[in-house]
């Protein structure tokens, strides 16, 4: 009798340690998890409405003020390779003055 319930005995400890086994591995994979998911997140980067609304409005302004410049410069003209020449430096010449207006953090 004494050898029955020692063996059961042994078998449910067994059992737990085996339970307590995969409860720490489960517990160490969510740990990993967690560090890949911390090393990916740019703390203080989060965009709001309000910042993504106005960088919205600056890229439509831009885009705007180079259209219009490109009719502008066609109706003055009526020249196809000026329009052309006006894109190309237009296109060049964009970015420095975005970055001259509106500074660095105008993404």
Same mark, same amino acid.
Request: no cysteine; net charge positive.
């Given at each position: 009798?004494?050898?029955? @319930? %020692? $063996? #059961? *005995?042994?078998?449910?400890? /067994?059992?737990?340690?085996? &339970?307590?086994?995969?409860?720490? +591995?489960?517990?160490?994979?969510?740990?990993? @998890? %967690? $560090? #890949? *998911?911390?090393?990916?997140? /740019?703390?203080?980067?989060? &965009?709001?409405?309000?910042?993504? +609304?106005?960088?919205?409005?600056?890229?439509?302004?831009?885009?705007?003020?180079?259209?219009?410049?490109?009719?502008?410069?066609?109706?003055?003209?009526?020249?196809?390779?000026?329009?052309?020449?006006?894109?190309?430096?237009?296109?060049?010449?964009?970015?420095?003055?975005?970055?001259?207006?509106?500074?660095?953090?105008?993404?």
């Amino acid at each position: 009798m004494s050898k029955e @319930r %020692a $063996r #059961r *005995r042994e078998e449910r400890e /067994l059992a737990a340690a085996h &339970r307590q086994s995969a409860l720490q +591995a489960e517990r160490e994979r969510a740990a990993a @998890r %967690a $560090r #890949r *998911r911390a090393r990916f997140r /740019l703390p203080g980067r989060r &965009r709001t409405a309000q910042v993504d +609304a106005r960088v919205r409005e600056r890229r439509a302004t831009i885009g705007s003020l180079l259209l219009v410049v490109v009719v502008v410069t066609y109706l003055a003209t009526r020249s196809l390779p000026i329009v052309i020449g006006v894109l190309l430096v237009a296109a060049v010449a964009l970015p420095a003055l975005v970055t001259t207006l509106f500074g660095r953090n105008s993404r």
